[in-house]
């Protein structure tokens, strides 16, 4: 088992986080913002940043060579579709993409939104741990969780309306 820490400062054990996000186990702060047969997509459960999607395979597996055919298509098409969504309703211009074999979790890409402020970390992969931790250090704030919901929302009325 493992302890996870979330956005919201509760913590959880659990085996594989992935497996209970994506079986319904673990409910990410609200809820999942699409989903297909093959992979789930929730606001990051541990950082409280508007628009940081995870997009997580249902089945448990770690690399880009493990999908089937049908996953490879899936994946594509929703990532993109995600994407667009983020662009369309919450006006992020750019975003950086991390997906690492060696997690604890199923494989999954973060798609992690830039927004302004993060550029007083840097503008390189080096940044996004630093914005990540504070994030969750010093953005934990009503007013900011009530806008990470917010798009949240606006995000699953885009992606399945």
Same mark, same amino acid.
């Given at each position: &088992?493992? /302890? =996870?820490?979330?956005?919201?400062? $509760? ?5 594989? !986080? ?39 395979? /249902?089945?448990?597996? /770690? ?12 994946? &594509?098409?929703?990532?993109?579709? =995600?994407? $667009? ?32 402020? &993060? ?19 010093? &953005? ?5 969780? $009530? ?11 885009? !992606?399945?309306?």
């Amino acid at each position: &088992m493992r /302890k =996870i820490t979330l956005s919201n400062g $509760k913590s959880v054990e659990v085996e594989c !986080l992935s497996c209970a996000l994506t079986s319904g186990l673990i409910k990410p702060d609200g809820g999942v913002v699409i989903e297909t047969e093959y992979f789930h997509a929730h606001q990051d459960v541990a950082y409280p940043i508007k628009g940081l999607i995870i997009l997580a395979s /249902k089945r448990h597996i /770690k690399c880009f060579d493990e999908l089937t055919e049908a996953e490879k298509l899936d994946y &594509m098409n929703i990532l993109t579709k =995600i994407r $667009k969504a983020q662009r369309k309703v919450l006006n992020i211009e750019n975003v950086y993409y991390f997906y690492n074999e060696d997690t604890i979790h199923h494989f999954h890409t973060w798609m992690v939104p830039r927004y302004e402020w &993060m550029y007083d970390f840097g503008r390189s992969v080096e940044s996004v741990r630093p914005v990540l931790l504070h994030a969750r250090n010093n &953005m934990n704030t009503r007013a900011n969780k $009530k806008d990470v919901m917010s798009a949240i929302e606006d995000l699953t009325k885009e !992606l399945n309306g």
